[in-house]
């Protein structure tokens, strides 16, 4: 076995690599570009050697870097992971010539399998079957023609060059088939300069179901079930799971065998994958086999209890395969769900920024995480946006959906946009219960996927208000030099002898502004009141100061008892116990519930100069910096403008001044404390506003 094995990937599944690498005692090697240079993967590994700046193109992928960092480090093997260098044969090849162990299939097998239609004609000699259809060299219209004429409408026309998805196009029946014929001919020698065809048979509701196979070096060769892919979109695998629900112990062997079967067809060794499109009446067809490890074979690992990594390490040492046919046993059911820095509301384009809050699911036996990023990692600009996959398992599919649903909304992350909800709603949706699964569900069920989540403001105001106090609280204390721990000028509760001690909180979430008001009695808290704040403009605001327009309850006042410890809110409703996690954003906060997210800010009133809400930086540090002085004393009068607070940053002095006439309700720093940019620095209230909620008491 290896004693030193280089990773030429980065992210997840380098993370996932070296983890296996670690366990069987093999020093690792991580290669990296200039945009990772802190990331996970580096840290991980025992070496690191750099490989060019961040764009793939001039690191990742230029394999005399890769050879090179190979022979600087010692490195015996390399592995490819999956995407990059995985399928490239000239990079097996390199390798093979540096006297380095390529971790995959020799080259010929990557290259035999490179292109869809050569495949195609070798898997046919195999006796692989093939959707029923016509891919000669014949390609006169008529020909062509014929041959759907033949086989029967729907036909799909497909290019030869295409793959993944493009250059298709249905047919469903003769009369449109000429005019079909052109466009897709027109398509495809703009898109790959080459209009050859070939004719299926169209399945109109085919699921993608592939075969894990394995190949020693010592002709052995077996399969480890198969996987479902048909959660797709765009021809993007979305969840994958295993077994393939409904598969039967005759349909599995005759798949894993045809499998195997295709695998000897090109003298594989290594990890492979055969898709086969799997009609409604079981009948399965060849559809293309990859020559790598892929993304998701973590799902044929929790049934099978096997690493296939281990695997792949072992028999590219010369092992035996480490299990025969027979042995190889399934229990349970997995899913994996990919989770992305992406905007399902914005036709998913990846999103950016930086990963300010990541709590992925407590791992365990049924859940596991394989991810390349920690908080604070931004979301690179250069690479697949994948945040990380979410694995469960469980004894049955239905257990294990429930595993899936339920690590899904406790994975909390904030800074970017996730595709977390969109994998929540679509998880939850009664087909996806029922294994209604075909390659155009996600297309099928939009509307349902897609569907508005229910805003349950009496669930979220309070809560909101309450964490916004209690952590403007926590923060307070939290920044306090030791003093007096009974000094009243040093408590945070806002109490006011013979009075109760009330907070004001006006919060902006779901689309609206409100104000909460916010009563202490001890070491609880109760929402006296929460209102839809009826100023929805400037001027609204405005009038709305002078008393003209009053909001209305979205909450009636109620007994609902809240602390905070750390991030974990606990919420009271007349004995009703719940839990939230509460984390800071850039531009406010998250709250996540069970059963969701709530995200908010505060906003202050307006004061004319724009900036209306505290998270437009009117009362925020706007950076990071350290408090010269309070130049305002607490509860005194002072007029719009006035200076209230400086604080240094960046060897310059800002002065924080009043956004309105009104008075400081309470500091939260003291001179001389560090705080970060966006941290809340004071509780403001504007004249005419300090008793406005004893009128409503
Ligand atoms: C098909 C098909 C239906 N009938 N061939 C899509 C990309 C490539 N892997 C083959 N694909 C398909 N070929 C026939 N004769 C439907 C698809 C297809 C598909 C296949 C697998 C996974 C997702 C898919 C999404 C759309 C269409």
Known sequence: MFTKLLIANRGEIACRVIRTARRLGIATVAVYSDADRHALHVQLADEAVHVGP?????????????????????????????????????????????????VGPPPAAIEAMGSKSAAKAIMERAGVPLVPGYHGDDQKPARLKASADEMGYPVLLKATAGG????????????????????????????????????????TRPRHVEVQVFCDSHGEGVYLAERDCSLQRRHQKVIEEAPAPGMSAELRAAMGETAVQAARAIDYVGAGTVEFLLDEDGSFYFMEMN?????????????????????????????????????????????????????????????????AHLRPPEESSHVRVDTGVREGDEISVYYDPMIAKLVVWDEDRGRALQRLARALVDYRIGGTVTNLDFLYNLVTTKPFRNAELDTGFIERHRELIFREQDIDLARDLPAAALALLLQRQQTARGSRQPGDPWSPWDSASAWRLNEPHRHRLRLHCHQQDFEAVVEARGKDHYVVSARVSAATTDDERAEQR?????????????????????????????????????ARTQDGHTLYFAEGACHFREWQPDTGEGGHDASAGGLLAPMNGTIVALVADVGAPVT??????????????????????????????????????????????????????????
């Not at 890769?66 to 399928?87: M, N």
């Not at 000429?178 to 070939?198: H, I, N, V, W």
């Not at 620095?681 to 406005?692: S, V």
């Open 546 to 582: 002078q008393g003209a327009t009053d909001g209305v309850d979205v909450v009636a006042s109620e007994a609902l008892q809240a602390r905070l410890s750390g991030e974990t809110l606990t919420l009271d409703r007349d004995g009703h116990r719940q839990r939230a996690t509460l």
């Open 640 to 697: 719009a403008g006035s200076p209230l607070l400086i604080m240094e940053a960046m060897k310059m002095e800002h002065t924080l001044r009043a956004p309105a006439d009104g008075s400081v309700e309470q500091f939260f720093f003291q001179a001389g404390d560090l705080v970060s940019g966006g941290a809340e620095l004071l509780q403001f209230t504007p004249a005419g506003e300090e008793n406005r909620e004893s009128a409503h008491a």
């Open 164 to 203: 993944g998805g493009k250059g298709m196009r249905q047919v469903w029946s003769a009369a449109d088939f000429d005019d079909a014929l052109a466009a897709a001919q027109r398509e495809a020698s703009a898109s790959f300069g080459d209009e050859r065809m070939l004719v299926e048979k169209y399945l």
């Open 291 to 355: 020559t790598r490890l892929q993304v998701e074979h973590p799902v044929t690992e929790m049934i099978t209890g096997q690493d296939l990594v281990e695997w792949q390490l072992r028999v590219a040492a010369g092992e035996p395969l480490p299990l025969k046919q027979d042995a190889i046993t399934l229990h349970g059911h997995a899913f994996e769900a990919r989770i992305y820095a992406e905007d399902p509301d914005n036709d998913f384009l990846p999103a950016t920024g930086t990963l």
């Open 54 to 102: 961040a764009p793939a193109r001039e690191s990742y992928l230029v394999i005399a870097n890769i050879i090179e960092a190979a022979r600087r480090s010692g490195a015996q093997a390399i592995h490819p992971g999956y995407g990059f260098l995985s399928e490239n044969a000239d990079f097996a090849r390199a390798c093979a010539e540096a006297g380095v162990v390529f």
